[in-house]
Structure formats: C-alpha cells, structure tokens
C-alpha cells in the first residue's frame, strides 16, 4: 500500500527529528504530527491515517496524535503567475500559457509537537 511506505517516511524524519534532540532535557515524546496532504497528491487521507494508526505503534510514537490538513490544489500561468481555476479553463486567458500545480500537489510533514517533561 502506498501509503504505508508514506507514513514509514514521515516516521523517518520524525526519528530523525527525535535523534537530534536527544540528551537535551526538553522534548521527550512527539504528541502531535500535522501533514499537509495535497488534493493531487494522490493520497487517501483515510488510508493514510489508517496506515498511521498501524505503524506508529511499532515505531514508538503511541503518543502522537495525527492532524491532517487537506490542502487544494492550486494551478497558476507560469508566465504572469495568475491563478488559473481548477475547475476552469487549461490554459491562462491572458498568456495562453498551459497553466502549472504550484500546490497541493505533494505531501509535507508541517508541524511537529513535542511534549517536555516538567522540571
Ligand atoms: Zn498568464
């Protein structure tokens, strides 16, 4: 499944966010992990957080919980940089340039809480 090898990255760059951290006496334990998902990323935010829920466990990450933001897509001329609907036409009524994704087009790991211990 896709998305699996999806979370399994995402849980990367938190180990790696975990390991650079480590011996400091803040931030113990991740609560909470907010990815952007793109409408033309292709990913299933169902699945995604289904396949979250399956592996976080195994990786250590039983604390944190998982936000996801549903970002839209975003089309633009690459000439004048005007928005070109999404719904509408290809190309930009201006330039007649094929418009281009400028966003929502990918998946991006955006903020990650960490708890610190009380001292
Ligand atoms: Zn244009």
């Known amino acids: 499944m896709h998305e699996v090898s999806l979370v399994e990255s995402l849980l990367d760059q938190l180990d790696g966010l975990r390991d650079r951290t480590a011996g400091r006496p803040t931030a ?4 909470l992990v907010r990815v952007r998902v793109g409408a033309g ?4 935010p169902t699945l995604f957080r289904t396949a979250y829920e399956a592996c976080r466990g ?6 944190a919980k998982l936000e996801l933001v549903l970002e839209p897509e975003r089309w633009v001329c690459p000439l004048c940089q005007s928005s070109v609907g999404a719904e509408g036409p290809l190309d930009c009524a201006d330039c007649d340039a094929a418009r281009v994704l400028r966003a929502g087009a990918g998946i991006f790991l955006d903020r990650v809480e960490m708890e610190v211990p009380d001292v």
Do not use: F, L, P, Q
Request: glycine share 8%.
């Open 28 to 31: 113990t334990a991740v609560c």
């Open 41 to 44: 990323s292709g990913v299933e």
């Open 58 to 63: 195994a990786r250590e990450y039983t604390a």
